[in-house]
């Protein structure tokens, strides 16, 4: 049976790469909880896209203080002028005969100059996209945050059930080799003609259904160890090993803590929380974006520059001097009507804010909900594992003397198999409850900001 566990913060979907040979050789060939923790953290592709992701808002950023800085642009720009017509070009005046002279037919034009400008006001959106990126810095910081407790709680679950399965799996072969003696004692009362055929053919099915419970359980566990590689981004050909791990029963059976103080815990610090209340911030700002559409914009504006001409009698240097002028300029707009956009986008900019104002509500409710549960589970399972000890005890003791009873032919097949199916439910619901409570009070821990850890 697996454990589950749904976690307020969300799955991370890894997608499975292959090792090199030689990051092979410096993996552990037993892994502790903490070195799979520590590696998904330094190998998991999501996340590394999440840092990306960070890096790349780092640079909205600059931009966005750039926009602070004036602007400076060279220009230039050159232009052949050809008139093939006899009568087309540059022509002299001859006074004497009266008749027109063509001096060219090609003109040559150059312009150079150097432009800027700087807003001087823009309804303070400069300013407010600075804030707004600087809160996206924020938020993508506790988005990698988030997906890093992400990664540690689905390595608890999938660890915890690795720990599961493998102790299935021994509890199926204990059962195993008890049907299996009980067989072979049958078949002996059989040829003996203390039993009948039918009484051994059922021995013989509790055999074979032992059988079938091993190879079921030590599939979970292969399957178990997959899942736990793929998170962790290993290869399809690694064969990867967990270390052991004893629970006592005081850490099953510690005391609770108090639900109300673990969820005021939980909201002060949990990333995804911090992440909602930055996103209620951001959507203020957006609406002060938006309303910047509103108020005019001022803007200074200047440039140098001078050209040159062929046609001209006076040198290239002499029209470099000559031409070069000088220009400077303020330019004020002032919004009148631009078809109800400003209009629109504020109105939208409020409804998202309201939208991150009821995610946040909703938020919370979650984290509440899964404190709850994971408190009412862990309490739950603390109790059923403290019962299913006694009805351990109290199964093993009368499987025992049922199978004595057995081989001196005193109890039938049907007492037999009914004892030996009672113990094997017995373990696995002891074993259903050991790994509940733990799987809960360790989610309690993190709730509590105190980490994750395993002995």
Known sequence: MALTYAFCCGPVMAQQVSADTASVQQLPQSWSFNECVEYAKANNIDLRQSMLTRESSGYDLEAAQGQWLPTFNFSTSHSLSNYPSPAGGNFSYDENNGTLTSISKNTYNGSYSITGGWTIYNGNQRRNNIKRNELQN?????????????????????????????????????????????????????????????????LESQYQTDKYNVVTAESNYETYKTQLKQLLELGID?????????????????????????????????PEVQQ?????????LDIK??????????????????????????????????????????????????????????????????????????????????????????????????????????AELTDELTNEQFKLGMVNTLDLLSSHNALLTARVQLLQAKYMALLNLKMLDYYQHKGITLP
């Open 289 to 394: 974006i938006a309303k910047s559409g509103y108020l005019p914009t001022i803007s200074l504006n200047g440039s140098v520059g001078t050209g040159t001409n062929s046609s001209s009698d006076f040198s290239f240097g002499s029209q470099m001097k000559h031409n070069f002028n000088e220009q400077i300029g303020v330019t004020l707009s002032i919004p009148i009507f631009d078809a109800k956009q400003t209009k629109t986008e504020v109105a939208k900019a409020r409804i998202d804010k309201m939208n991150t104002i009821l995610d946040y509500r909703s938020l919370l409710n979650d984290v509440a909900q899964t404190i709850e549960s994971a408190y009412l589970d862990a309490r739950n399972s603390q109790a059923q594992y403290a019962s299913s000890k006694e009805a351990v005890r109290s």
């Open 276 to 284: 909602s209340a930055l996103q209620q911030d951001m959507s203020e």
């Open 138 to 202: 924020d938020i993508n910081d506790m988005a990698i945050e988030q997906l890093n407790n992400s990664l540690e709680t689905q390595i608890l679950n999938y660890y915890l059930q690795i720990l599961y399965a493998r102790e299935a799996i021994d509890i199926a072969r204990q059962s195993l080799e008890v049907s299996e003696a009980q067989m072979k004692r049958g078949e002996e009362l059989m040829n003996a003609g203390s039993m009948s055929r039918v009484d051994y053919v059922q």
């Open 238 to 270: 690694y064969d990867m090993q967990i270390d052991s791990i004893a629970f006592g029963d005081e850490m099953i059976l510690q005391p609770l803590p108090d639900k109300v103080e673990v969820y005021n815990t939980a909201i002060a610090w949990l």
